[in-house]
């Protein structure tokens, strides 16, 4: 979690058995909010520890994983596996989220948005 500026989307917590959606977002659609809600749950359930989804200055959403210093049974492998599953079963969340940041918090007119969501994963190489 090294990027300067983050807005932080939602997170879970193992610990506190905690999820958290940022109240700025309330206006997210609903589906949108259960989804987000299922996946960090589901992760923090399997791997423990912390899952952060947040913002990035551009509006990339970005995932941020953390443990307790005391925590020997959190599951580092287990985690990044999992985080590349996410990225690659749920990118339309992702793009939808990139492009309500986009529109919303920006103020990128929607049809501008779309067009450099498209030109981004069009031209991604992961």
Known sequence: MEDKEKNVLC???SYTKKFFLNPEYNNIPEN???ELKIMCVLFTEDVGGVIELYFTEDGDVRIGTMKDKDDFDYDYIGSELKINQMKKEKIELFESL?????VIKLGI??????????NDFGNDDE
């Open 109 to 118: 007119s929607p049809e501008q948005a779309a067009e450099e969501l498209e």
């Open 11 to 13: 997170v879970s917590n």
């Open 32 to 34: 949108i909010k259960r």
């Open 98 to 102: 990139k492009l309500y940041y986009r």
